[in-house]
């Protein structure tokens, strides 16, 4: 005999969104440490050691770091680990690499045409460590049936959010960010969720310096 029990009602939108995990929402991050010492690896692991990781799942290649988790838990353990890489005084630089959306992902359960609710900007603590990065946005919206796509209004809005946070400078293919390492990588994350808020998939880049021997002392610590 078959049953005819019906099975558990489904569950409201709000609680499936919450059981959705980072990779089934195409949220994370890839990055690299590549400091000027000659223990390079030691450095890059010691700073990896030093972030928490607790609410964030993290896998570390020969390569480069993938991080999943919110995006404000991904953002603070990157945003940690640049800074115990720099503060010894070390001239380190960091690829960075923000991704939101899911086309493009090895596997991802959200449909591509879905927009990700907006969230709140992660607040990232000062660290006194000057930076500067090379950043680029890529707001991939296709557009939709009688919308066409609008890459650039997207990147012009993130790049007036991103003047609140740091010192903005144009430059041929990025922009150019100055600042405390806190504001340089809240700029880049400011850009890259307000382009999230109407784009379904973006993807923000990042090359972060700290202490460049291009600097002067007074810039090192301005």
């Known amino acids: 005999m078959t049953s005819t029990a019906a099975g558990p009602p489904p569950l409201p939108a709000a609680a499936e969104a919450a059981r959705r995990?980072?990779?089934d929402l195409g949220i994370g991050a890839r990055f690299s440490l590549h400091p000027a010492a000659d223990d390079a690896g030691a450095a890059v692991l010691d700073a990896l050691a030093a972030a928490d990781?607790?609410?964030v799942d993290v896998v570390t290649d020969d390569v480069s770091t993938l991080v999943r988790g919110t995006e404000a838990d991904v953002v603070r353990f990157v945003h940690d680990v640049v800074a115990a890489a720099g503060r010894p005084g070390r001239h380190v630089v960091a690829q960075v690499h923000l991704?939101?959306?899911c086309p493009g992902e090895v596997a991802c359960a959200t449909a591509d045409?879905?927009?990700l609710a907006p969230v709140v900007v992660p607040d990232l603590p000062a660290t006194g460590l000057r930076a500067a990065a090379h950043w680029a946005l890529y707001p991939l919206?296709?557009?939709t049936a009688g919308r066409p796509g609008d890459h650039m209004r997207a990147i012009e809005q993130a790049v007036a959010v991103a003047r609140t946070r740091a010192v903005v400078t144009p430059?041929?293919?990025v922009t150019r960010l100055d600042?405390?390492?806190?504001d340089v990588l809240g700029a880049v994350v400011d850009g890259w969720l307000a382009a999230a808020r109407h784009v379904r998939h973006v993807v923000a880049h990042?090359?972060?310096t700290l202490h460049s021997p291009s600097w002067s002392a007074a810039e090192v610590t301005r």
């Open 21 to 23: 995990t980072a990779a």
């Open 53 to 55: 990781r607790s609410a």
């Open 99 to 101: 991704s939101r959306g």
């Open 113 to 115: 045409d879905v927009v």
């Open 141 to 143: 919206d296709d557009g």
């Open 171 to 173: 430059s041929t293919f």
């Open 179 to 182: 600042g405390d390492l806190a």
């Open 206 to 208: 990042a090359t972060i």
